[in-house]
T-cell receptor, first 112, second 115 residues
């Protein structure tokens, strides 16, 4: 079993839809959870950063962490064609210079 | 916000030659930088951790003599792919974490094609 599992998609939705992206993980030591957006041939861009369990909202984005289930989610409301990208979940055990473990990424396609 | 600049964004080289990729933190000092490799439709795989003023720490399976890392200043780390082969063709990305910041900032990546 891989440390972080993420459905590669692609996930196709119409503009305005609510998008749900998810990752599961096996390492209970993970405490810090991140979502990155990566456009084709570009470096990842940090979207959300959360610590431990709970919810965090930033504009159209909501990140949820359920440590008891080892499950994290990213919700995108009112999705836009510009949201079309690959979304990577990442997690680490420490807040310092701990290495990140990434999921494979889910490709999202939002059609106008 | 924190910016990491990576150069070049793409490079084509002949098999057997060496290629240097630069990673700069533009508005913060980075004592630690990370180098990743990403193959198409695959996740980012950590290659090495670059430490300013000391030797880099390589992940298991990464040849340190092939992927030379130099972190000579608090704002610059370089990755040199020596004697490149076609199987080294990949997307190389660096990242750094600003002191007191959250998460890691990534460079825009370098697409290396070895022919």
């Amino acid at each position: 079993q891989k440390e972080v599992e993420q459905d590669p998609g692609p996930l196709s939705v119409p503009e305005g839809a609510i998008v749900s992206l998810n990752c599961t993980y096996s390492n209970s030591a993970f405490q810090y959870f991140m979502w990155y957006r990566q456009y084709s041939r570009k470096g990842p861009e940090l979207l959300m950063y959360t610590y431990s369990s709970g919810n965090k909202e930033d504009g159209r984005f909501t990140a949820q962490v359920d440590k008891s289930s080892k499950y994290i989610s990213l919700f995108i409301r009112d999705s836009q064609p510009s949201d079309s990208a690959t979304y990577l979940c990442a997690m680490s055990a420490g807040s310092g210079y701990s290495t990140l473990t990434f999921g494979k990424g889910t490709m999202l396609l939002v059609s106008p | 916000g924190a910016v990491v600049s990576q150069h070049p964004s793409w490079v084509i080289c002949k098999s057997g030659t060496s290629v240097k990729i630069e990673c700069r933190s533009l508005d913060f000092q980075a004592t630690t930088m990370f180098w990743y490799r990403q193959f198409p439709k695959q996740s980012l795989m950590l290659m090495a951790t670059s430490n300013e003023g000391s030797k880099a720490t390589y992940e298991q399976g990464v040849e340190k003599d092939k992927f030379l890392i130099n972190h000579a200043s608090l704002t610059l780390s370089t990755l040199t792919v020596t004697s490149a082969h076609p199987e080294d063709s990949s997307f190389y990305i660096c990242s750094a974490r600003p002191s007191g910041g959250y998460g890691y900032t990534f460079g825009s990546g370098t697409r290396l094609t070895v022919v």
